[in-house]
């Protein structure tokens, strides 16, 4: 049996159709110039916008209260593309 997390979140569902609105792709383009070449990879650009705007529109105001969060909920991950 194969575990397809988007089989999983309702079509109506916020976080979905917002996904299905909005494309951030051009964030790799505006914060390429931002992004060392050598060492650690640093966070996918998308993922952090991302991330702050699941944070505002869920009012959340700590960096560790927002991990905490987002890894409860599926449909947040989905929006992420984790």
Known sequence: ???QLSQRIPKDN????LKGILDF???YKMAEPYYGKEGQKSIDPVVFFKS???SYLENILYDRK????VSMRLD???FLNY
Do not use: A, G, K, S
């Not at 916020?14 to 159709?17: A, D, E, I, K």
């Not at 927002?66 to 969060?69: A, E, K, W």
């Open 1 to 3: 049996m194969n575990f």
């Open 14 to 17: 916020f976080y979905r159709r």
């Open 25 to 27: 792709h051009f964030l």
């Open 52 to 54: 702050m705007l699941v």
């Open 66 to 69: 927002l991990i905490d969060f």
């Open 76 to 78: 947040i991950l989905y």
